[in-house]
């Protein structure tokens, strides 16, 4: 009997420390091209993304290798980390893409925020067979026509804020709608979604989505209007400095008061941090991640705000995620080729502090995740500094992204 | 698109009227005085606004003392550049001082920039308005902002007071004296060029002014000013280059056919402006309100 107890708690042992020296055996044997692992974060170091990705970003990738290294003794010391500004420009992404790719044999491009620097630098990299990860860059192209077969899209797209924010206000009663919409690609595409979804749920518009010029200072027109339709809830597809204004105005126009709701297409901390959070209080956004939806994510912002100084947006997290998921793949397939990498990142589950029930979908690269909806708190509601959002819906990573049968993809 | 929707279109116009005319007048002034075509004049309205929000950042200065020191500073600051820089350049062709101001645009916009990410780490700051003009008052046609009400009154008294300072007045008689002939206001025993220091001075304090009066409705951010100064410029066109009573004018009235335009139809609210310049200038080459050249 005794015998057998010993036994139960030996054998496992004795597998574990075998798997373990040859999964070691097999990291020595790794193929890495100038055996080392570069990781590129081709990202807005100076601009006006700079505070929701740029340095954060590249701070998030570099803690990404630090962590892998200390857990695979065998890669200690060949994981680097170089961040590059791509001044959210679609040419000099291209241009830095191909500079780091040739010269400084970068093996993967993470984050790129702005969809067509996103897009450029995708189109570079596929020529040259290196994987790339958009974590900030939100254009559905990167997963439809422009998709690419090196090229993978992780956090959100705009399918995922629109579908998120439209259906859960909806269903939470806010369901007739006035919606405006900067005039550009992202801002089109967010209001086409953002309809479906309200459309989809019941809801309706109260009148047709106007679009509004981009840039633009002065949103006083359509609150004005807002405030003669009385609709239940204002949707601004805004985003950055724009989005600052419309809410800023609105609040002006105590519209809030008015019994006018407000839904946001795209929000990052930031964005509540240059108003404080009472101008954005009740909104309702769809995010990836927030810093304390649970233990596990606190924890490890802990660890981010040591090294960095500031709490994470979930943009800055996603780039963490994707670099650990990245590398990852890379011990998996013993190899940093970019094909190899590619057949070990396909089809791929796992679970991680900032994608919970993630899968790498083989047919278009969308990296699904559980995604939530979430409503600002009221400062007096927070319970401590950077608390800003309530959960208010979790939906499922199998339905929080366009569906793949309706992707326009093709490899 | 009822009547009642169109009465509110056509007041909040004037509150984005009330910003034209005040850069337009400063830029008139400008103009009228010391034939100097003031690119600068959008990066010093966003210089007016940053200086409100570092005022209350780096001494707890609110709305009230910015808004008497903001203009102030950047009064000083652009008597500064004239001395120093744009001085040298009287005498050459125009395209000379607006490629030297628009060069100045962009230093003075990456040096904000710069400022804000380093200093205050933000890409575009919170500005609050004055607590005793938070909130709405229901005008009975529409509920509008406090703040909104206040600009708009602010700016046509500022407006009227520039425009009795310079025709009526001993000061006003000295400045246009030396814009219209410098040698003759000389020989009277005038220093013209401290004038023109002046001048410059006050015009570029009232972009200054416009700035703070915008910091609590539009994001404050380096380039709030670069898309204002090109309406700008068509609102002094259509005005007639160095009219006083037509920059004013046609300041408010391009807010209001904007917003009005924005209501209608949002597209055409930005080039509405355009279109209405190429009009005015096929009809009036010299501006609404302006003299042809040789007729002053």
């Given at each position: 009997m005794k015998k057998a107890k010993l036994t139960a708690i030996i054998a496992p042992a004795l597998v574990t420390a075998a798997?373990?020296?040859?999964?070691?055996?097999?990291?020595?044997?790794?193929?890495?091209?100038?055996?080392?692992?570069?990781?590129?974060?081709?990202?807005?170091?100076?601009?006006?993304?700079?505070?929701?990705?740029?340095?954060?970003s590249v701070k998030a990738a570099q803690m990404a290798a630090d962590d892998f290294m200390a857990t695979n003794a065998a890669y200690k010391g060949k994981v680097q980390v170089i961040g590059v500004d791509h001044q959210n420009k679609a040419d000099v992404a291209s241009?830095?893409?191909?500079?780091m790719i040739d010269r400084q044999n970068v093996d993967v491009l993470m984050d790129l925020p702005t969809s067509s620097a996103a897009l450029a630098a995708s189109e570079v990299a596929k020529g040259k067979k290196i994987p790339v990860m958009v974590v900030t860059g939100g254009t559905t192209a990167l997963t439809n026509e422009k998709c690419s077969k090196y090229t993978f899209h992780y956090a959100y797209d705009n399918f995922m804020l629109a579908n998120g924010t439209g259906t859960a206000v909806t269903k939470r009663g806010g369901n007739s709608w006035y919606i405006i919409y900067p005039n550009y690609a992202f801002g089109q595409d967010l209001d086409r979604q953002m309809t479906a979804a309200i459309k989809e749920n019941g809801g309706k518009l109260v009148t047709p989505s106007d679009a509004t010029p981009f840039p633009n200072t002065d949103f006083s027109s359509y609150l004005l209007k807002a405030q003669s339709l009385k609709p239940k809830i204002f949707g601004t597809m805004q985003a950055g400095n724009d989005?600052?204004?419309?809410?800023?105005?609105?609040?002006?126009?105590?519209?809030?008061?008015?019994?006018?709701?407000?839904?946001?297409?795209?929000?990052?901390?930031?964005?509540?941090?240059?108003l404080g959070q009472d101008a954005y209080a009740g909104a309702l956004a769809t995010v990836p991640w927030y810093w304390n939806l649970d233990q596990r994510s606190r924890d490890w912002t802990a660890k981010f705000e040591k090294a960095f100084g500031k709490?994470?947006?979930?943009?800055?997290?996603?780039?963490?995620?994707?670099?650990?998921?990245?590398?990852?793949?890379?011990?998996?397939?013993?190899?940093?080729?970019?094909?190899?990498?590619?057949?070990?990142?396909?089809?791929?589950?796992?679970?991680?502090?900032?994608?919970?029930?993630?899968?790498?979908?083989?047919?278009?690269h969308r990296v699904t995740l559980d995604v939530y909806t979430v409503q600002v708190k009221a400062k007096a509601q927070a319970k401590e500094a950077g608390d800003i959002f309530t959960k208010v819906a979790t939906i499922p990573s199998a339905k929080a992204f366009a569906p793949v049968a309706e992707t326009k993809c093709k490899f | 698109m009822n009547t009642q929707l169109l009465l509110i279109q056509v007041f909040n116009g004037l509150v984005n009227g009330a910003f034209y005319a005040l850069l337009s007048l400063g830029l008139a002034v400008i103009?009228?005085?010391?034939?100097?075509?003031?690119?600068?004049?959008g990066a010093l309205y966003m210089l007016g606004a940053f200086t409100a929000f570092a005022l209350g950042q780096a001494f707890g200065l609110g709305f009230w003392p910015a808004l008497i020191l903001a203009p102030l500073i950047v009064g000083v600051l652009g008597m500064v550049l004239e001395r120093t820089l744009l001085s040298r350049l009287y005498g050459l062709e125009p395209s000379y001082?607006?490629?030297?101001?628009?060069?100045?645009?962009?230093?003075t916009q990456d040096l904000v920039k710069q400022v804000m990410l380093s200093q205050f780490a933000v890409s575009s700051a919170p500005y609050t308005t004055p607590e005793v003009l938070t909130g709405v008052v229901n005008l009975g046609f529409v509920v509008f902002p406090k703040y909104r009400l206040f600009v708009i009154a602010l700016t046509l008294v500022i407006c009227l007071v520039t425009w009795f300072v310079i025709e009526k007045t001993r000061v006003g008689a000295i400045i246009r004296a030396s814009t219209e002939n410098p040698s003759v206001t000389r020989a009277f025993g005038i220093?013209?060029?401290?004038?023109?220091?002046?001048?410059?001075?006050?015009?570029?304090?009232?972009?200054?002014?416009a700035g703070v009066l915008a910091a609590p409705i539009y994001s404050v951010e380096p380039y709030m000013g670069a898309e204002l100064i090109i309406t700008t410029f068509a609102v002094v066109v259509i005005g007639g280059l160095?009219?006083?009573?037509?920059?004013?004018?046609?300041?408010?009235?391009?807010?209001?056919?904007?917003?009005v335009g924005a209501a209608i139809y949002p597209p055409i609210a930005n080039t509405l402006v355009f279109v209405l310049m190429a009009i005015v200038l096929l009809v009036r080459p010299s501006g609404l309100f302006g003299l042809p050249e040789g007729t002053r």
């Open positions: 798997l373990f020296s040859v999964t070691a055996a097999l990291a020595q044997g790794a193929k890495l091209s100038d055996n080392a692992i570069k990781i590129g974060v081709l990202t807005d170091l100076s601009g006006v993304y700079s505070e929701l990705s740029g340095p954060g241009n830095k893409a191909a500079e989005l600052v204004n419309v809410v800023k105005q609105y609040n002006e126009f105590g519209l809030k008061k008015q019994g006018i709701g407000l839904g946001i297409g795209l929000l990052f901390e930031t964005d509540v941090a240059a709490k994470p947006t979930w943009a800055q997290a996603g780039v963490y995620s994707a670099t650990m998921t990245y590398l990852q793949a890379v011990s998996r397939a013993k190899s940093d080729n970019g094909d190899a990498v590619v057949k070990a990142l396909e089809g791929y589950r796992f679970s991680d502090f900032f994608a919970r029930s993630a899968y790498i979908r083989p047919q278009d | 103009f009228g005085m010391l034939r100097i075509v003031n690119f600068m004049h001082n607006l490629l030297l101001t628009f060069g100045l645009t962009l230093l220093d013209v060029s401290k004038w023109v220091t002046g001048v410059f001075g006050v015009g570029v304090g009232l972009a200054g002014l160095g009219s006083i009573l037509g920059s004013v004018v046609t300041g408010f009235a391009v807010g209001v056919l904007a917003a």
